[in-house]
């Protein structure tokens, strides 16, 4: 499923199919995740509402084509869309930002977005180091720039950005604790680590990306959260999830394993991608 998506952005982003993959506008019902989070994306594009009582934020917008959707899904969890007050972004890419600026002129919500992330957005994905601009949106404008680190708070709600790049330059995992049936459970949402048809050495339009990647392994590696997710939902395995829920399962999306194990399985590909380009490199 992964490797199919990841063929989907490639042939999506080589221009020879301009059509998204079906999966990236199917509905799913949205669901409780753990605590105050719940899933609201589509069968394969992720989008995360986190309910607090000073209002309710939204992790991101995937594509301009879903925000319809999107928001309905938060309305039928008994919720307001207008209550949106902070949008946040894993990366400006259109599958994860398409739909902010139509969600900015639907809510008072302020975006939030790295320095990189911003200068994308701004550009509606535009002059891409990799895609050019072959996977456009309208473009929009973040509010508040973010750096490593910082933590965005919405009354009792605290999301602490932490800068994964490598798939993009200001690429964003978000960390969050929840309460789930009476205890804290640690709650990841995990930006790409794909590298989809990318050039990983001698890139002159991003030098350091062969080192970010590594690097933003490294720093991953470090955690072991009890609930991971992701801004897509085949590499949290959110069908398989479902299903568990849908038995009656509360712990559906708790798995302390799952994390370091997707680690382990997306480092390979990487690894051995970078090796492959380097060889070719010396020949
Ligand atoms: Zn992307």
């Given at each position: 499923?992964?490797?199919?998506?990841?063929?989907c952005?490639?042939?999506?982003?080589?221009?020879a199919?301009?059509?998204?993959?079906?999966?990236?506008?199917?509905?799913?019902?949205p669901?409780?995740?753990v605590g105050?989070?719940?899933y609201?994306?589509?069968?394969e594009l992720?989008?995360?509402?986190?309910?607090?009582?000073?209002?309710?934020?939204?992790l991101?917008?995937?594509?301009?084509?879903?925000v319809?959707?999107?928001l309905?899904?938060v309305?039928s969890?008994?919720?307001?869309?207008?209550?949106?007050r902070?949008?946040l972004?894993?990366?400006?890419?259109?599958?994860h930002?398409?739909?902010?600026?139509?969600?900015?002129?639907?809510?008072?919500?302020?975006?939030y977005?790295?320095a990189?992330?911003?200068?994308l957005?701004?550009?509606?994905?535009?002059?891409?180091f990799?895609?050019?601009?072959?996977?456009?949106?309208?473009p929009?404008?973040?509010?508040?720039?973010?750096?490593?680190?910082?933590?965005v708070?919405?009354?009792?709600?605290?999301?602490?950005?932490?800068?994964?790049?490598g798939?993009?330059?200001?690429?964003t995992?978000?960390?969050?604790?929840a309460?789930h049936?009476g205890?804290?459970?640690?709650?990841?949402?995990q930006?790409?680590?794909?590298?989809?048809g990318?050039?990983?050495?001698?890139?002159d339009?991003?030098?350091?990306?062969?080192?970010?990647?590594?690097?933003?392994?490294?720093?991953?590696?470090k955690?072991?959260?009890?609930?991971?997710l992701?801004?897509?939902?085949?590499?949290?395995?959110l069908?398989r999830k479902?299903?568990?829920?849908?038995?009656?399962?509360?712990?559906?999306?708790?798995?302390r394993?799952?994390?370091p194990?997707?680690?382990?399985?997306?480092?390979?590909?990487?690894?051995?991608?970078?090796?492959?380009?380097?060889s070719?490199?010396?020949?």
């Open positions: 499923m992964r490797y199919v998506q990841l063929i952005l490639w042939v999506l982003a080589s221009g199919a301009a059509q998204a993959p079906p999966s990236w506008t199917t509905p799913v019902k669901v409780r995740v105050n989070i719940y609201v994306g589509t069968e992720g989008a995360f509402l986190l309910a607090g009582k000073k209002g309710l934020i939204l991101d917008a995937p594509m301009d084509e879903n319809d959707l999107v309905r899904n309305q969890l008994g919720f307001d869309p207008a209550r949106i902070v949008l972004n894993s990366h400006a890419h259109l599958d930002a398409g739909g902010f600026a139509a969600i900015k002129k639907k809510t008072r919500a302020k975006l977005m790295t990189p992330e911003a200068e957005a701004a550009r509606g994905g535009r002059n891409d990799a895609f050019g601009d072959r996977l456009a949106y309208p929009v404008s973040a509010d508040v720039i973010i750096e490593d680190g910082q933590v708070r919405l009354g009792e709600i605290a999301m602490t950005a932490m800068v994964t790049p798939h993009t330059k200001g690429c995992t978000w960390r969050t604790i309460m049936r205890k804290p459970v640690d709650v990841l949402f930006c790409s680590l794909t590298a989809p990318y050039k990983l050495v001698g890139n339009r991003y030098p350091g990306i062969v080192n970010d990647y590594p690097r933003s392994f490294d720093r991953l590696r955690l072991q959260p009890d609930v991971f992701a801004n897509h939902a085949s590499f949290f395995g069908a479902l299903e568990k829920a849908k038995k009656g399962d509360a712990n559906a999306f708790v798995d394993e799952e994390f194990r997707f680690l382990d399985r997306s480092w390979k590909s990487l690894e051995a991608e970078i090796a492959k380009q380097r070719a490199m010396d020949d």
